[in-house]
């Protein structure tokens, strides 16, 4: 075999060689970053030789590239895109780390931030000048249990170029990333209801279950909205604290699936969304201290489409929550308070005909290419005999 061995659909599940494969730093993320034509057709044979390259099911993931963490056990799919108005294709995949499912059902705001760059660097699209401009299509709005329904949503990419080729290096620094980077401006287009079928899912701004009141909001990742303090919890634990409350927890996971049903996505007991945001007065210098299960680890920051919904519920007037953010913030603006710094994210309301209407939503990430080659995971064909 040599270094340019590529498998092919076709070999993926009698004698894989070796899979080319981009890791990238994706805001406070990383994942696998694949070419959609270099994977299996088959969303089923997909799914299973992506698990594999991972190590799941497997809580260490020792035996493949994932870190043990939802968050390192993330992957992008891009394609040259067939809508006119995108330049490519982005599918998100969530690899379950302990069960090894394969999730087509929530998007993922901070590998976006890296797809405009590997699409440059794969050839799937060209740029030129001092900035790239990449239309990113969004496969995921609107997934479902029986596939994925394209809506149109659309990202743009913006980050600098040398040459025609990305900059990595830059002065631009977020929270839960060490150093600095350069800076990629992601604007959204279309992302209210993309996954639920409305901003407000449930018809409310605010909806009670089980004696809690939540705002259920969908703008661009389902997200659950509630009170810190009617859980019982202050909202400044630490995250690992917040993971051995069995108890709290527990009633969590309860408000998670009936709000899932509420929120017209069905049972989610083996999803990962939507995802629960606990908010509680600021302690830092944001507007609004936040700790969000996804969903079962507490997430060590914020994920970008969260941080978006999560900041949308707060500037919706009544929106749960909206009476603790500090007085004084910025109207379009709310800096989040997450458990490794601050995220700032921009969304403006209006009024719209049935309801409070979303205008430009838009955050600021970084990016980087960490690794680049092919990946060999093992074959499903053969037993695997331990040393």
Same mark, same amino acid.
């Given at each position: 075999?040599?270094?340019?061995?590529?498998?092919?659909?076709?070999?993926c599940?009698v004698?894989?060689q070796?899979?080319?494969?981009?890791?990238?730093?994706?805001?406070?993320s990383?994942g696998a970053?694949f070419v959609a034509?270099?994977?299996?057709?088959?969303?089923?044979?997909?799914?299973?030789?992506?698990?594999r @390259?991972m190590?799941?099911?497997?809580?260490?993931?020792?035996?493949?590239?994932?870190?043990?963490?939802?968050?390192t056990?993330?992957?992008?799919?891009v394609?040259?895109?067939t809508?006119?108005?995108?330049?490519?294709?982005?599918?998100?995949l969530?690899?379950?780390?302990?069960?090894?499912?394969v999730?087509?059902?929530?998007?993922?705001?901070?590998?976006?931030a890296a797809?405009?760059q590997f699409?440059l660097e794969?050839?799937l699209?060209?740029?030129?000048?001092?900035?790239?401009?990449v239309?990113i299509?969004?496969l995921?709005?609107?997934?479902?249990?029986?596939g994925?329904?394209?809506?149109?949503?659309v990202a743009?990419?913006t980050?600098?170029?040398?040459?025609?080729?990305?900059?990595y290096?830059?002065?631009?620094a977020i +929270?839960?990333?060490?150093?600095?980077?350069a800076?990629v401006?992601?604007?959204?287009e279309?992302i209210?209801g993309s996954?639920?079928?409305?901003?407000?899912?449930?018809?409310?701004?605010?909806?009670?279950i089980?004696g809690?009141?939540?705002?259920?909001?969908?703008?661009?990742?389902?997200?659950v909205v509630?009170?810190?303090?009617?859980?019982?919890?202050?909202?400044d634990?630490e995250?690992?604290?917040?993971?051995a409350?069995t108890?709290?927890?527990?009633?969590?996971e309860?408000l998670?699936?009936q709000a899932g049903?509420?929120?017209?996505?069905?049972n989610?007991?083996?999803?990962t969304v939507p995802k629960?945001?606990?908010? +509680?007065l600021p302690?830092a210098?944001?507007?609004?201290c936040?700790?969000t299960? @996804?969903?079962?680890?507490?997430?060590?920051?914020?994920?970008?489409?969260g941080?978006?919904?999560v900041a949308t519920?707060?500037r919706?007037?009544?929106?749960?929550?909206a009476?603790?953010?500090r007085?004084?913030?910025?109207?379009?603006l709310?800096? @989040?308070e997450?458990?490794?710094?601050?995220?700032v994210?921009?969304?403006e @309301?209006?009024d719209?005909?049935?309801?409070?209407?979303?205008g430009?939503?838009?955050i600021?990430?970084t990016?980087?290419k960490?690794?680049?080659?092919?990946v060999?995971?093992?074959?499903?064909a053969?037993?695997?005999t331990?040393?």
């Open positions: 075999m040599t270094a340019e061995t590529i498998v092919t659909p076709a070999d599940e004698a894989p070796g899979v080319r494969c981009m890791v990238m730093r994706g805001g406070t990383k970053y034509n270099e994977l299996p057709k088959d969303p089923d044979e997909r799914d299973s030789l992506l698990a @390259i190590g799941s099911p497997d809580p260490r993931q020792i035996d493949g590239i994932g870190g043990a963490h939802p968050l056990s993330k992957v992008a799919v394609s040259l895109s809508d006119p108005g995108a330049d490519v294709d982005y599918l998100f969530q690899v379950g780390v302990d069960d090894g499912l999730s087509n059902r929530q998007n993922c705001g901070n590998l976006l797809v405009g699409a794969r050839g699209t060209s740029a030129s000048g001092p900035q790239a401009r239309r299509r969004m995921n709005a609107g997934s479902s249990d029986t994925v329904t394209v809506t149109g949503s743009t990419a980050f600098p170029l040398d040459g025609d080729g990305p900059v290096e830059g002065e631009t +929270s839960g990333v060490p150093g600095t980077a800076e401006r992601l604007d959204f279309d209210a996954a639920c079928g409305a901003l407000l899912p449930t018809g409310g701004i605010t909806n009670v089980d809690v009141e939540v705002t259920c909001v969908d703008n661009g990742m389902p997200t509630l009170r810190a303090t009617d859980l019982g919890i202050a909202g634990e995250p690992g604290t917040l993971e409350n108890p709290f927890r527990e009633r969590l309860s998670r699936l049903e509420m929120m017209n996505l069905g989610v007991s083996t999803t629960m945001t606990l908010v +509680s302690r210098d944001g507007d609004i936040t700790r299960f @996804i969903p079962h680890r507490c997430h060590d920051a914020i994920g970008v489409l941080a978006v919904s519920a707060l919706i007037p009544g929106g749960t929550g009476e603790l953010l007085p004084g913030a910025e109207p379009d709310v800096s @989040i997450h458990p490794t710094g601050i995220f994210a921009r969304v @309301i209006g719209g005909h049935n309801g409070p209407a979303v430009h939503a838009g600021i990430r990016a980087r960490l690794f680049d080659g092919l060999f995971p093992p074959s499903a053969l037993p695997r331990p040393h």
